[in-house]
């Protein structure tokens, strides 16, 4: 990636690193329910309003809700990011959606500052996305086609017990099917599930079935899995490992982590992804253990890290043409299965 946006982007972020930190202790020290989290959310709107963003307040028909936009009025793709800030009954930020905040604003500032410089053309924008736990804040973003109006494509984290590019989202592996005999043909083939340990009994059970239609058409049959993940997923990951991290197989972040996410419906609808990130926790997210790891120093600084290396990615596709028309090309793939 070239070094002067990559710098911009380190250089904002570490700018603003106390205001973030206190901007996510406010958050975990006021733990609000679904759709209740007025003081979250007005926080969030203020402090990106005072950092020069238009912002939107009670976005579609949600009180809690914001959108928080800028563009340098160049020609460019769009990105969006989502800052989730709602808490859990009787464990509050069990879920870490305090540094989900931040990682979200701090994105938003990044991207911000590439425009203003005009290192690159287009718009970010940032959603302020309620009731994640157990309500519906992205789908009725997505009733309102507020994604689909502002964003050619959205990203987000979400802190977990482990790193891994699939996340809480679904888990996606596509195959080329090869049938050798009376008449061979190719097939492209997308297995999905919604986590990895079922994608992998799944696509063992589909590679049977294809074996199975083989032999009674007399044919052979090539089964070839395709490397995994959406591309702007593996610079996500790429940039990740430049900062030393990491990451376990998929099949072993799949054993400690399964947890699933509304942001789901958002990659139905465009091309996104939202990667898990490792916070330093002896429990599982939704445990107080996890309350407690998502207001120290140490997950604070796996946010701020793990936020570099997702506004990088996003500038990757803001930048890079050839990546966004994989990640299209791999959304179109996916929808049409
Ligand atoms: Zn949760
Ligand atoms: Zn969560």
Known sequence: MNSEVANVITKTISNHDEELRSLSLKIHNNPELGYEEYKASALLADYLEDKGFAVTRGAAGMPTSFIAEFTNGKPGRRVAFCSEYDALPGVGHACGHNIIAISGVACAIAIKALLEQNLLGGSVSLFGTPAEEGGNGKGRFLQNNDFQKRADVALMIHP?????????????????????GRSSHA??????????TQLVELKSKLEKCFEAAAVATGCQVKISWLPQGPTEGLCYKQYMEEEGVMFPSPEKASEITSSSSDFGKVSYALPSIQPAYKIQTEGPNHTISFEQAARTKNAHVATLRAARSLAKTAATVLLDSNVYKEALEEFKRGKSQ
């Open 160 to 180: 977990a017990p482990v790193d891994s590019i699939v996340g809480p989202a679904l888990a996606i592996d596509s195959a080329e099917i090869e049938f050798f």
């Open 187 to 196: 097939a492209h083939f997308l297995a999905r599930a919604v986590t990895r």
